[in-house]
Nanobody, 116 residues
Framework: QVQLVESGGGLVQPGGSLRLSCAAS????????MGWYRQAPGKQRELVAQ???????TYADSVKGRFTISMDNAKNTVYLQMNSLKPEDTAVYYC??????????WGQGTQVTVSS
């Protein structure tokens, strides 16, 4: 079992910044990829960004150049630095963990609201 604890969501004005954190604990020795997804009301959950243990990153086109994902392997923590936020970034953001064995694990979600 993997437990994920997310933090850092909130309300921010357009153009502002937020930093999300997700700490993994439990059966974490086989983590291969950590990532962030988001789900806006009435829409499907979508990949925002992901990072491998080796540091390779993938971003959704809509966030390239604005968001940065990073991982602290020693702390089993993944971060999402979000800059130049737009109202369309408003969503519940979910941390995800893929392991060599077992299903994808999800965090409980943290709300990000971008509004003036």
């Amino acid at each position: 079992q993997v437990q994920l604890v997310e933090s850092g969501g909130g309300l921010v004005q357009p153009g502002g910044s937020l930093r999300l954190s997700c700490a993994a604990s439990g059966t974490i020795f086989s983590i291969t990829v950590m990532g962030w997804y988001r789900q806006a009301p009435g829409k499907q959950r979508e990949l925002v960004a992901q990072i491998t243990r080796g540091g390779s990153t993938t971003y959704a086109d809509s966030v390239k150049g604005r968001f940065t994902i990073s991982m602290d392997n020693a702390k089993n923590t993944v971060y999402l630095q979000m800059n130049s936020l737009k109202p369309e970034d408003t969503a519940v953001y979910y941390c995800s963990v893929d392991r060599a064995i077992g299903p994808r694990a999800w965090g409980q979600g943290t709300q990000v609201t971008v509004s003036s």
